[in-house]
């Protein structure tokens, strides 16, 4: 039996490929091993979102430069795509590249990776398939991803997705609510919709079910509990996710909504396709709610061009909504994209500046928005347990990490309880067992 070792990168889509890519390694009678030192395959599944992000595989390939006899390298995913055979060159001792749509062909290029082939590759982005395996390996047991579109067809100035991971392809609404019945039969409680937009979601088959209609059948399969999705874009968030959320409870109340900019003029420049405007048209729809939706966004500071009036509206942009946590990252050229050619980017020491107030000003919102959960009771999904502080640790259906201490000696793990909040920090709540 042959060894193999895997490292992801990147986001939770690149997580779950990873999943599915140890279903077919393992159906095809590879065994996984826990580094890259004792294993005779290494993949790498790349992320390419950010410079610093592509770095990191380079980092990992140079660290085997010298030495990779017996071994043999594979670099998937983002990186895979976009450099395509240029990674021959840059790193010799890689013998197979290839990108996420074309892991249906996985079998066949391992295959010729047995055979001696050095130069194996998968990078045709002209494909209508989505990645469907005899087997996924899940790592954790419970909470299970399911993927229900791949690519993207938006074509956001800065971001490479578009060119990495090819054009948006829904799987049908039966084989999602099938996979959804097997994972609880399985003994899986949590249930995560990914997508890079989920809401953009098109059934192909006869059904035509949209995003919304999809999302509640998830959460009325028998066992599931949660239903969590991640990310949503703002132009293709309608009304029905709200009434769904607010209808149907074990649609978690949490939506990631990333709003990139709080300026029109740069969400124009970005090539966003809303305004600010219409976003908090959006925010508004929530916050009218019944249910209370904890709201989370990603935002870039520094786009080429971005005034210090910009940045100032999204720092604006911030109070008014109130998020409970925010993912901001600086401008990062991109290569293919749009604003890779943009003149007046901005100097890096301005964008870290920028990076600094907005994740300051950010955690003083987060700082006020959970003391208001001390003395509440909320369930909670057991996920771990911390030694060093013995506090088990809790996830509400908000997303947020609620950290607490319980008397008694059963195991909680994977259980869901009752906790009372006693405390509060910018980015976590502690409490007590309640029941
Ligand atoms: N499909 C999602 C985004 C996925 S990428 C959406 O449209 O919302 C995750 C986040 O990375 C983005 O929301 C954005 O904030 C950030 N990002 C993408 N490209 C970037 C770049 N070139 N520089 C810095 N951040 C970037
Ligand atoms: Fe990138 Fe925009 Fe597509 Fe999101 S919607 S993946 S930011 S191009
Ligand atoms: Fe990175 Fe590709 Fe995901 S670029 S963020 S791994 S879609």
New binding site residues.
Partial sequence: MKTFYIET??????AHDSEKVVGTLVTEGYQQVETAEEAELVFY?????RDK?EQKVFNRLQQFKKDSKGKTFAVL???AQQEGEKIFEKAPHVSMVCG?ASYNKLPQMLVQLEAGNKRVTGLSLDTEDTFETPMTRRDNPHRAYITIIEGCDKSCAYC??PF??GPERSRTSASVIAESRQLAEMGYSEIMLLG?NVNSYRDPSPAAWDFATLLDAVGRVEGIRRVRFTTSHPRDFVRPIIEAIATNPSLCNHVHLPVQSGSSRVLEAMRRSYTREEYMQRIAWMKASPRAIAITTDVIVGFPGETEEDFRATLALLDEVEYDSVFSFKYSRRPNTHALALEDQIPEEEKSRRLAVLQEHQRQIQIRRNADYVGRVEECLVEGFNKATVQWIGRTSQHKTLNFVHAGSEDLLGRYVDVRVTRSGPNSLAGEYAH
Wanted: include cysteine; charge should be positive; hydrophobic fraction near 35%.
């Fill in positions: 990168f990147g986001c939770q889509m690149n599944n790349t992320c390419s979102i992000a995913g983002c990186v996420s490479v997705v990495t991971r890079q």
